[in-house]
């Protein structure tokens, strides 16, 4: 406690407990068991003081002033204890002179040093405090907590406190400060609610979270990367302009990597001949080819494009596009299933993994090509390690953790290895309906685990997205 606080002491004394009143605004609402406590107060008493102020709050809020009854600020577990065990009084130490704001200070800070308040009541507590009048570096003073203590409780104060509070008291979903850190992470307030709201578990609010924080990266640089670009002397180009014969290019740049947005790495490259294409997660420049032979006639290019070339052209537009959304879904598959072997994940019930288990199996038979299986299991779960050595210690620590896991998680690894080797999309063009049937009934397994399949998968997946070749176009 701070030294002008002690200055308040005035006296420690017996007060009887009818004449002690607890605090309204005590952020610890649960006082928890007080069985343990109130044996042993019958036992040894009462060993350390409650901590009281003269006067009491009515029960409309307003505060009465009076010296024969006090509000209790530190000590409410052991006030109702003591009410448990008999006794008639408890030694108290009176302050004086305690603004309420210094109040609420107090008792977050003595319970905060405890670990007595939940997360929803360290949330409230502290945006009380604002409400009050005070701001973080006053908070930060009074409480001795770091500002970023502070700041993190202040963030979480803005999610949806009744659905906060819920998930708080139930014991099954294990809520951590941790969760919501990364939760703060997001700066959409109701993209934050949503992800609270949808998730079965901590683990699976930590994966949304993380999924979400990057989803919303990629889209704040690709606006940065569009706001810069259009006041530029570049133009915008078309999607077909990155694999045309006739362009060539001078930059690109994968949104989803954690690099910064920084418009110094292509200042010197734009010009009024620069044009620039900004989807599916990449911003790239281009700029036409320069005829190494200008100004000598070619009789054999009239400048126009043949149907051949206009065919190979737009088939690897369409393959581009379509590696484009399938890449990042392997990438989100594999780490989904990492999640759930890492146990990061809410998993679903023993009937539930015992389906599971049948389906993966047959699955994964139907999928089975002739490959290393224990090297592929290993592989999955520390890509540094050289397979190619059995005697290693890495190795044969490797090949323990993998005995250990549990047969669905082995059949979730080898049918994600062969999932994400299997392509909907034929050399052509063409929509391969076996393997993205196999895909389906493997990302429906994922969905026990509350998978979510974006739009622009979904499309891949089920046939109807634009880079497919319908019958007509193959006949051609």
Not at 251 to 272: A, T
Request: hydrophobic content about 30%; proline content about 3%; overall charge negative.
């Amino acid at each position: 406690m701070s030294e002008n606080k002690v200055k308040r002491i005035k006296q420690t004394i017996n007060i009887p407990v009818r004449d002690l009143h607890p605090h309204p605004k005590n952020p610890r609402k649960n006082l928890g068991d007080l069985e343990e406590l109130t044996d042993s107060i019958k036992k040894n008493g009462i060993m350390q003081n409650l901590t009281v102020i003269p006067g009491f709050y009515r029960a409309n809020g307003e505060w009465f002033n009076t010296e024969a009854e006090y509000t209790v600020i530190i000590g409410h577990r052991r006030l109702e204890a003591a009410k448990a065990a008999g006794l008639t009084e408890v030694p108290c130490r009176i302050y004086e002179n305690l603004p309420e704001n210094d109040q609420i200070a107090t008792m977050l800070e003595e319970n905060m040093q405890r670990n007595d308040l939940t997360i929803y009541e360290q949330a409230q507590s502290f945006q009380l405090m604002l409400d009050l009048g005070e701001t973080v570096d006053t908070l930060s003073e009074k409480t001795g907590f770091a500002k970023s203590t502070i700041y993190h409780r202040i963030n979480i104060a803005k999610l949806d406190q009744e659905y906060l509070k819920e998930l708080d008291e139930d014991d099954s979903f294990q809520l951590t400060l941790n969760d919501l850190i990364e939760l703060e992470k997001i700066k959409d307030i109701k993209k934050r609610d949503k992800i609270l709201k949808e998730s079965r578990s901590s683990n699976d609010l930590r994966f949304k979270a993380q999924q979400a924080a990057k989803e919303e990266m990629i889209n704040a640089k690709e606006k940065q990367w569009r706001e810069y670009l259009e006041e530029s002397l570049a133009d915008e180009g078309e999607q077909s302009m990155k694999w045309s014969d006739k362009y060539e290019k001078i930059f690109e740049q994968d949104l989803r990597e954690d690099k910064e947005f920084d418009p110094e790495e292509v200042e010197d490259l734009i010009n009024d001949e620069t044009y620039y294409v900004i989807n599916y997660g990449y911003v790239t420049l281009l700029q036409e080819k320069v005829n190494e032979a200008a100004g000598e006639e070619d009789d054999d290019d009239d400048g126009e494009e043949s149907e051949w070339e206009r065919k190979r052209r737009e088939r690897d537009e369409r393959k581009q596009i379509y590696t484009a959304v399938r890449l990042p879904l392997k990438e989100d598959t594999r780490d989904f299933v990492r999640a759930i072997v890492e146990e990061k994940l809410k998993n679903p019930d023993k009937e539930d993994i015992a389906n599971i288990t049948e389906t993966l199996f047959k699955l994964f038979l139907e999928t089975f090509s002739t490959y290393s299986v224990i090297d592929d299991l290993i592989e999955f779960l520390d890509e540094d390690i050289d397979t190619r050595d059995e005697e290693t210690e890495e190795y044969k620590k490797a090949y323990d953790k993998v005995m250990k896991l549990p047969m669905y998680k082995l059949l979730l690894i080898l049918a994600q290895n062969e999932i994400n080797d299997r392509e909907p999309l034929g050399w052509n063009g063409e929509y391969i309906a076996e393997n993205a049937q196999l895909m389906q009934r493997f990302y429906y397994i994922l969905e026990r685990w509350d998978w979510k399949t974006s739009e622009e998968a979904m499309k891949l997946i089920n046939g109807t997205a634009d880079y497919y070749t319908h019958k007509d176009e193959e006949d051609e």
